[in-house]
């Protein structure tokens, strides 16, 4: 089976850019999560979709907006980059329901300089 | 609110030495606890994980038991091997407001086990 695989690998943008980055999720899976993970850190959680909808968020700022789509793939969007935005963004995928362990993806690092 | 505290790393280890990480949450209710394994350059991967009080979850000689009297769940490993050199995130799993599952992470442990 084809796990979760996220695109780009990585990315340098500008402060005050915006960035989407992408994600497929594992098949079967129809929620998706996505975490921030700042160096040498441990990943924080951004938000989850399933169908489609936003059904849980983070302490994130309203910039950080997502999308999944009918074939469960979703995207990040960033808005008005900071540097603090520099980090790995991982993506997960897991069954609805029950208790399924989440699945990720090898990330994006994503540099703003 | 949620957290996980984890020991501080890093950790240093000679091939077939003994390994724990000590890992312990606060949590409202009785949330699902992992631990996971992160090598360098990739994602994240589960390595184990417990869903009840006194479950032990194991993986690749790697355990770790929910203890709720105590609120730890420890990663041990009884004779660690050169592959084994990664960072290791203690998490626990609970749901959040729209019924979405949301993982809290402990700040990570390295691991580098010399041959």
């Known amino acids: 089976e084809t796990g979760v695989t996220q695109s780009p690998t990585h990315l340098i943008k500008t402060r005050g850019q915006q960035v989407t980055l992408r994600c497929s999720s594992q098949?079967?899976?129809?929620?998706v999560s996505w975490y921030q993970q700042a160096l040498g850190q441990g990943p924080q959680f951004i938000f989850q979709?399933?169908?489609?909808?936003?059904?849980g968020r983070g302490n994130f700022p309203p910039r950080f907006s997502g999308l999944q789509f009918p074939n469960y793939s979703s995207e990040l969007n960033v808005n008005a980059l900071e540097l603090d935005d520099s980090a790995l963004y991982l993506c997960?995928?897991?069954?609805?329901?029950?208790?399924?362990?989440?699945?990720f993806g090898n990330g994006t690092r994503l540099t703003v300089t | 609110g949620n957290s996980v505290t984890q020991m501080e790393g890093p950790v240093t280890l000679s091939e077939e030495a003994f390994l724990t990480i000590n890992c312990t949450y606060t949590?409202?209710?009785?949330?699902?606890l992992f631990w996971y394994v992160q090598y360098p350059g990739e994602g994240l991967q589960l390595l184990l994980k417990?869903?009840?009080?006194?479950d032990k979850g194991s993986n690749k000689g790697f355990e770790a038991t929910y203890r709720k009297e105590t609120t730890s769940f420890h990663l041990e490993k009884g004779s660690v091997q050169v592959s084994d050199s990664a960072v290791y995130f203690c998490?626990?799993?609970?749901?959040?407001?729209?019924?979405?599952?949301?993982?809290?992470f402990g700040s990570g442990t390295q691991l580098t086990v010399l041959p």
């Open positions: 997960a995928s897991t069954p609805a329901g029950g208790n399924s362990p989440l699945h």
């Open positions: 098949s079967g899976h129809n929620t």
């Open positions: 979709y399933y169908r489609e909808e936003e059904n």
């Open positions: 949590a409202t209710g009785y949330p699902s």
């Open positions: 417990a869903t009840k009080a006194d």
């Open positions: 998490a626990l799993s609970r749901i959040s407001s729209g019924s979405a599952r949301q993982l809290t």
